[in-house]
């Protein structure tokens, strides 16, 4: 019984470590950027590491050719460039928790923290 208490205690301890190295983690992220492209770079979407928008670039060369009736053609650049981005910030967030792990798979672990979905 005092085994199980103590490993009680022990499992507390790195608890309490693991949530302050997930805080660290979530203002790193803050911090980085990503950078989802589409059209050979036409556009370009830029994410911070939590999957924030930053911004969202087009190249004017690009907006002088869908001036007109090629709205659509705009609309899918950005929603792929967003996506990839979006693939760029998972990536990022995989490795930040695999350093806080150890490379263990605590499956959920990412959105414990709400530092993915």
Same mark, same amino acid.
């Given at each position: 019984?005092? *085994?199980? %208490?103590?490993?009680?205690?022990? $499992?507390?301890?790195?608890?309490?470590?693991?949530?302050?190295?997930?805080? !660290?983690?979530?203002?790193? @992220?803050? /911090? /980085?950027?990503?950078?989802?492209?589409?059209? #050979?770079?036409?556009?370009?979407?830029? @994410?911070?590491? !939590?999957?924030?928008?930053?911004?969202?670039?087009? *190249?004017?060369? $690009?907006?002088?050719?869908?001036?007109?009736?090629? /709205?659509?053609?705009?609309?899918? %650049?950005?929603?792929?460039?967003?996506?990839?981005?979006?693939?760029?910030? =998972?990536? %990022? $967030?995989?490795? =930040?928790?695999?350093?806080?792990?150890?490379?263990? *798979? %605590?499956? #959920?672990?990412?959105?414990?923290?709400? @530092?993915? *979905?």
């Amino acid at each position: 019984m005092f *085994d199980q %208490l103590k490993n009680l205690g022990s $499992l507390m301890k790195n608890a309490a470590a693991m949530r302050e190295k997930a805080e !660290q983690m979530r203002a790193e @992220l803050e /911090k /980085k950027t990503v950078t989802g492209e589409a059209g #050979g770079g036409a556009v370009r979407v830029i @994410l911070t590491g !939590q999957a924030r928008c930053v911004s969202i670039e087009i *190249d004017k060369n $690009l907006m002088i050719g869908i001036a007109g009736d090629d /709205k659509a053609v705009a609309e899918d %650049l950005i929603t792929a460039a967003f996506n990839d981005a979006q693939v760029k910030v =998972h990536e %990022l $967030l995989a490795e =930040h928790v695999s350093e806080i792990t150890g490379g263990m *798979d %605590l499956g #959920g672990l990412q959105g414990m923290m709400g @530092l993915g *979905d």
